[in-house]
């Protein structure tokens, strides 16, 4: 195992949490992610205009795609774009 797998698998098993994720029709998986609430939502001259939640997943165990539906403590939300992917680990935004 290289470096930076032992670090992605220690930084999931330490802050993640686990959560429900569908992709419809298909029927809902439950995998571990990383959660960044409160990021700010940027506007066109770089004010803040907004926050949202962020989760990120292991490439290995699911990529996101728009309209996936992600439950979290007893709340589901959608997925509104792909943040960003490195190859390993991939970030979306939520709606709401």
Do not use: K
């Given at each position: ?41 940027l506007g066109e001259f770089q004010q803040v205009v907004g ?17 996936d539906e992600v439950s979290l403590d007893g709340r589901t ?20």
């Open positions: 195992m290289d470096a930076f797998s032992t670090a992605d698998a220690v930084v999931f098993d330490a802050l993640g949490v686990v959560a429900q994720i569908q992709r419809r029709p298909n029927p809902s998986v439950s995998i571990r992610l990383v959660v960044r609430d409160g990021v700010e939502r926050r949202a939640r962020h989760v990120l997943a292991r490439n290995a165990e699911w990529v996101f795609r728009r309209g939300q959608s997925v509104e774009a792909l943040v960003r992917d490195d190859g390993r680990v991939n970030e979306a935004v939520l709606h709401g």
